[in-house]
């Protein structure tokens, strides 16, 4: 008797929606950063030391998980054929702004990071805190403005005036405010955002499947998310709740679960295509439920082997700098 197999699968277009997590990658960014460098403002040391923190968070890391690219496309340079095409070398480990392939697919939004690292560096720099808003605020209107008369191409000096410094600053405007919000308000701004965000999933969905770029993913995904980071802030300071061991391991490890995630997804589907190739929905809730655990358990494992010891490294390297400057200011 032959079987009859379910033809019912999951949807995959519908995990393509699952690219707002970039804006609100973008947001939490804005509002780290801006937490993060309370009272530090109004000088260049701060500055460098602000600077040089940013850095070593983000790139050595992040070189590690290119250097593996680059030589599995010197060993099989057909990798990323048919994908992106040719990789851009220089801008991949860089992460300047590049018309052409990344070597990781997700460092396109680290080309944001590290122009919003060096923007911030330079208000600590040169701005009183308390102008700090002042200054968002016109670099916004100069966005603003800009993409409603000139239209703006992916590139080095374009890049400070794309849409997506909004959520960047929407996540500053957070920083700042967030601490001043009652528990009502945040519930408000709490279900006006995942109004927002689920009204633009279902809005602005393409047919491909992807959530459109310019200002509906502006204030849809970034705007809605920036009300829910506002809630959870306001939420936080009322009741400060006792966060699980569990989530926190899964917050320490995010930037190492961002890097690796995609890597530890094509692993588990090229397993399950070649040991299980069966359209049973059970078989695609199980792929999916696999490919889930082993991006967070690589981000874990990531982030413990290989970031951990790179930031020690850093924080030793810096503060034998530090050192070394200070012996070389002592009078002889």
């Given at each position: 008797m032959?079987?009859?197999?379910c033809r019912v699968s999951i949807d995959p277009e519908i995990f393509r929606l699952g690219e707002i997590g970039v804006d609100l990658f973008f947001v939490i960014s804005g509002f780290i950063i801006t937490t993060s460098t309370r009272g530090q403002f109004g000088g260049l040391g701060e500055s460098i030391s602000f600077l040089?923190?940013?850095i070593t968070r983000i790139y050595p890391i992040y070189w590690v998980y290119c250097s593996v690219l680059l030589l599995a496309y010197g060993i099989y340079p057909g990798i990323f054929s048919g994908i992106?095409?040719?990789?851009?070398i220089i801008s991949s480990f860089l992460l300047l702004p590049s018309n052409g392939a990344l070597l990781l697919l997700v460092a396109w939004t680290l080309t944001f990071e590290v122009q919003f690292?060096?923007?911030f560096a330079v208000a600590v720099a040169i701005l009183p805190e308390r102008r700090l808003l002042t200054a968002a605020s016109v670099w916004s209107l100069i966005i603003i403005s800009r993409s409603l008369f000139i239209p703006t191409s992916f590139g080095l000096y374009n890049l400070p005036f794309d849409l997506f410094n909004l959520e960047f600053i929407a996540g500053c405007l957070v920083?700042?405010?967030?601490g001043h919000v009652t528990r009502r308000t945040g519930l408000v701004s709490f279900v006006l955002g995942a109004a927002i965000i689920v009204g633009s999933c279902a809005l602005f969905r393409q047919s491909d499947g992807t959530l459109q770029g310019g200002w509906p993913r502006i204030m849809g995904a970034g705007g809605g998310f920036a009300l829910v980071l506002l809630a959870a802030v306001a939420w936080e300071s009322s009741l400060r709740p006792i966060v699980p061991r569990t989530l926190v391991a899964?917050?320490?490890s995010s930037y190492s679960l961002y890097l690796s995630h995609l890597l530890a997804c094509a692993l588990v589907g090229l397993a399950w295509k070649l040991v299980l190739p069966r359209p049973e929905l059970s078989f695609h809730v199980l792929a999916l439920i696999s490919a889930f655990v082993a991006a967070l358990f690589a981000g874990w494992l990531s982030f413990r082997l290989l970031e951990l010891p790179l930031l020690k490294f850093s924080k030793l390297l810096a503060q034998s700098l530090s050192s070394y400057g200070r012996l070389l200011g002592r009078p002889g």
């Open positions: 032959k079987r009859n197999i040089w923190r940013r992106r095409g040719k990789p851009d690292y060096i923007l920083g700042r405010l967030g899964v917050g320490d």
